[in-house]
């Protein structure tokens, strides 16, 4: 069981820091004096650079506020009571210099308002509160399946953090979180990486970096940074049947943060690729069934008809032994490592087929289970609706013939950031067909536009759609 940084309790104690601090305690009685003076120097000099580095990070993070609308539990005696304002708050690292901020997904969903508070003095002047300013933001697009969203401010000329290599990671090495546990503005913890790349579901291509480093509610879009004070991770959930102060954190990895944001700020959306191939790890006993002459990396168990991989000769049974010179020690380290490749690379993977080795370049293909990727061109920056926050199409007789409807006519979604909340029956998701503004009947993606875009600030707004043959309203008010 799972649950996000956003569940947990109070912050646990610096823990390589206490050891560092046993140790050169443990040794000053039997040292001498300048041995001792040499020890508090070293320990001295590990401060600073410490609080140096926490500096240089902080212009960087900022906290994220956001505001929904949900209904009210319990008895309610007087039907304008029957809607309540809930405010929350997360964390988020400015990762453009042009307003663009990384945050979770979870952190903004379902939020009306967003507001993003960045820091404008961390000089430390001041020991109880940093000078900051408060900015408006708006969701450029959000990943679902990595619970990464993507934020920006109307600002220029912000301080961004440099994004690292998430593979140069190693158990033991010392990291940083960063954000704003249970609203405790501006704070820090230290720790250590547990694991680089922890798989928390056996069929997810995602993975973790794991830390010991205290992830609380709030710190959930904040930064995980390395002793280079480098992008190495967004602090996403900890794993839950252990005490909130024990409980591990893990971490998005950079690398997969850093080709999600890409594509969003790119094109508002992730396309995600495949080469058609589904690998099993190598087993003694697999390995004696099949006669394959090693009994450890990764077989292809299928290769999809008519995809990358097999237009470019690879066959089930073939040992990947590489992948771009990468060894591939089981399945699951080629499916993780072809997860973040962009449509339209080319990989190379050297495979055992026999007792013959050979090379195959292989081109990645667009995955072909998104409704997006069956909606909307290449480039689908023209679908977008910034007020809705949603891509989206113009439905045609080839759209509605894959989608259950009643109404034949409208606009479907593709998908969509949560921008618009409806207090009862959440906000849009991909596959709604939207049949009407306020009545107005929408037949197209500009009347839906001008519909939208024609409302005032403060204006009540019912969308009436069509969700899995069944028709509904959803009612908001437009910001």
């Not at 050169?24 to 070293?42: F, G, I, T, Y």
């Not at 990947?320 to 499916?335: A, C, F, M, S, W």
């Not at 045609?396 to 894959?402: C, E």
Request: proline letters at 6%.
């Amino acid at each position: 069981m799972m649950r996000t940084s956003r569940q947990v309790g109070m912050n646990v104690l610096v823990a390589s820091v206490l050891r560092v601090a046993a140790v050169l305690l443990v040794c000053l009685p039997s040292a001498s004096a300048q041995e001792r003076a040499k020890e508090v120097r070293s320990l001295a000099e590990f401060d600073d650079s410490i609080e140096a580095l926490v500096r240089t990070v902080n212009p960087s993070v900022v906290q994220v506020f956001t505001t929904a609308l949900a209904p009210l539990s319990g008895v309610v005696t007087n039907q304008t009571d029957l809607i309540t304002t809930q405010r929350g708050s997360g964390s988020g690292v400015i990762v453009d210099p042009e307003g663009y901020i990384v945050t979770n997904a979870h952190v903004v969903r379902g939020a009306s308002r967003i507001r993003v508070e960045i820091p404008t003095d961390t000089g430390g002047k001041s020991l109880l509160a940093r000078r900051s300013r408060v900015a408006p933001a708006r969701v450029i697009g959000v990943d679902e399946e990595t619970d990464i969203a993507v934020l920006r401010v109307e600002e220029r000329g912000l301080a961004a953090l440099p994004f690292g290599d998430s593979d140069e990671l190693r158990s033991g090495q010392m990291v940083l979180a960063f954000g704003s546990p249970l609203g405790l503005q501006n704070s820090v913890s230290l720790g250590i990486v547990s694991a680089p790349a922890r798989q928390l579901e056996p069929e997810s291509p995602m993975v973790y970096i794991q830390t010991d480093a205290s992830i609380n509610q709030g710190n959930s879009g904040g930064p995980l940074v390395d002793a280079r004070g480098r992008l190495m991770g967004i602090n996403t959930l900890i794993l839950a049947g252990a005490a909130s102060t024990a409980a591990p954190g893990f971490a998005a990895p950079s690398n997969i943060v850093r080709a999600v944001f890409e594509q969003i700020r790119k094109t508002g959306r992730v396309r995600r690729g495949e080469i058609g191939v589904r690998a099993q790890t190598v087993t003694p006993i697999l390995a004696a069934g099949l006669g394959l002459k090693r009994d450890e990396g990764a077989v292809l168990a299928d290769v999809a008809p008519g995809s990358p991989a097999d237009r470019a000769g690879l066959s089930v049974g073939d040992l990947v032994l590489t992948l771009d010179g990468k060894p591939i020690e089981n399945g699951r380290q080629l499916h993780v490592n072809l997860y973040r490749r962009a449509v339209g690379d080319i990989v190379r993977l050297e495979v055992l087929r026999g007792d013959q080795p050979t090379s195959v370049n292989v081109s990645v293909s667009e995955r072909a289970d998104s409704l997006s990727a069956a909606i909307l061109p290449s480039d689908p920056r023209d679908n977008v609706v910034g007020r809705l926050g949603i891509l989206a199409a113009t439905l045609d007789p080839k759209l509605a013939a894959l989608l259950p409807l009643r109404a034949k006519a409208g606009v479907v979604v593709a998908s969509a950031s949560a921008t618009v909340l409806d207090s009862d029956n959440g906000g849009l998701q991909p596959g709604d067909v939207i049949h009407a503004v306020n009545g107005q009947w929408i037949s197209d993606l500009p009347a839906l536009r001008s519909a939208i875009d024609g409302a005032k600030p403060g204006t009540p707004v019912v969308l009436q759609i069509e969700r899995r043959g069944a028709l509904m309203y959803l009612a908001f008010t437009v910001e």
